[in-house]
């Protein structure tokens, strides 16, 4: 049920009953009760969510693809060979006892639209101008093996083949072993898109807030992440004399009050935390002879980060220097902030427009697949409600309309690349 027109009369129609069924469909891989979903990468649950994904993509008539991390593609080569292609999908693996729309939504959605562009192609006869690929990323999540964005970030370079292979779940399998596990190691993959449009869950209750149904992602955060260590002197927290400590804790404690400090002077933009602090010896009556901080600073902006990063090193100094103590950073683990495609940040726009949808535009704080891609290719989030903001929980849900409603821009979106070609070379 629609309480919003389906589509413009020259735009592809989606249909709502097809989409609920693969809906579905896909839950029940690794579906529990109460709308619970393991649907850990490279698991059992997973193949059997991957086949279904196959079957449609051989299905529909559409050229599979799978490469060397177990992405799988699906080509939709219908303007001939030296067309611009525009790829759509996300992930099918699930949090441990996630909920079933993070991911899987967008992959079902790529479906859904899919078969809308077909039929609308048949029934206009317009002979389309882009190809269209459809997709499913390894392990997004980062549940079972670390780092998330594996296979996104595989396929755009970002991630060394043989470091991805090589990693480990809890039980000692490497990735390399539970691909060939589910048979979902081969060796091949579609070129870079001219575009990228993942469709997604909210994650946060911004659209509820609003009254809105629609966003658009139009910048993704980075994040630099430092384990800074302060080095003291070891003695008996008794008979040392207040002047004679080293005390590294004290050290510790003078720079997780500055990062507040910082964050508030840059406003909303950026967050700052120490979350671990670990501590030698940790002795009640020893002066600590090392305080190791695990600091991260967070923002949208690269320019924000880089300066709490020029901040953050000043106010080390200065701990440092008023704890009389030393330091050394030990690891430094980068994530770039950037904007998404702002072309693609306007065709969401005026797509949602064409059906009376007003476009919120938001940050994304956690990873996506197009976080990935946005380093190799114009890429975008957008995304509709879930209720009350939750993700990566059995309650996790967005309605039918609601997923109706980012279908039917979806594939709006797609079809204006069908019909224009790649449109972003032309603004
Ligand atoms: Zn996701």
Not at 57 to 79: H, P, S, T, Y
Not at 83 to 92: C, D, N, Q, Y
Not at 190 to 199: N, Q, S, V
Not at 269 to 297: K, M, Q, W
Request: net charge negative; proline share 5%.
């Amino acid at each position: 049920m629609l309480d919003i027109k389906n589509t413009a009369a020259d735009a592809p129609f989606v249909d709502a009953a097809e989409l609920h069924a693969m809906m579905d469909e896909v839950s029940t891989f690794g579906g529990g009760p109460g709308g619970a979903m393991t649907r850990l990468t490279l698991s059992e649950e997973d193949r059997a969510a991957r086949d279904w994904f196959a079957a449609f993509i051989k299905r529909e008539g559409l050229k599979l693809e799978i490469d060397v991390i177990g992405n799988m593609f699906g080509l939709l080569d219908w303007a001939g060979p030296d067309a611009p292609v525009v790829m759509t999908g996300s992930h099918l693996d699930s949090q441990p006892n996630g909920g079933r729309f993070d991911g899987a939504y967008g992959v079902v959605a790529a479906c859904a639209a899919v078969l809308a562009l077909k039929r609308h192609v048949a029934a206009t006869g317009i002979k389309p101008k882009t190809n269209i690929v459809v997709v499913n990323w390894t392990n997004e999540e980062g549940a079972r093996f670390q780092p998330s964005l594996l296979g996104s970030g595989v396929y755009t370079g970002e991630i060394d083949l043989a470091f991805a292979l090589a990693r480990t779940d809890g039980d000692g399998v490497s990735v390399g072993e539970a691909l060939d596990m589910i048979g979902y190691r081969h060796e091949s993959a579609p070129p870079l898109p001219a575009a990228y449009i993942e469709l997604h869950i909210e994650g946060s209750d911004k659209l509820e807030q609003a009254g809105l149904r629609f966003a658009a992602f139009q910048r993704f955060w980075g994040a630099t992440k430092f384990r800074l260590a302060f080095l003291g002197r070891q003695a008996h927290t008794g008979p040392t004399p207040m002047a004679e400590r080293r005390d590294a804790l004290l050290g510790a404690a003078y720079l997780i009050a500055d990062l507040k400090t910082i964050a508030d002077e840059a406003g909303v933009d950026l967050h700052t935390s120490v979350g671990r602090l670990e501590v030698y010896p940790n002795s009640p009556n020893v002066v600590p002879a090392e305080a190791v901080c695990f600091i991260e600073l967070r923002s949208g902006s690269a320019e924000v980060l880089a300066k709490a990063e020029t901040d953050m090193n000043a106010a080390v100094e200065l701990a440092a220097a008023k704890a009389g103590v030393g330091f050394e950073i030990r690891a430094v683990d980068r994530r770039r902030a950037g904007p998404m495609d702002p072309g693609l940040v306007r065709l969401a726009q005026e797509t949602a427009k064409t059906i009376g949808q007003e476009t919120l535009l938001l940050d994304t704080i956690g990873g996506h697949d197009a976080v990935s891609m946005a380093a190799v290719c114009p890429s975008i989030v957008i995304a509709v409600p879930c209720v009350g903001g939750v993700m990566h929980h059995p309650t996790e849900f967005t309605s039918e309309p609601d997923r109706e409603l980012g279908v039917i821009i979806l594939a709006g979106m797609l079809w204006r690349f069908c019909t224009d070609g790649n449109i972003l070379e032309q603004r």
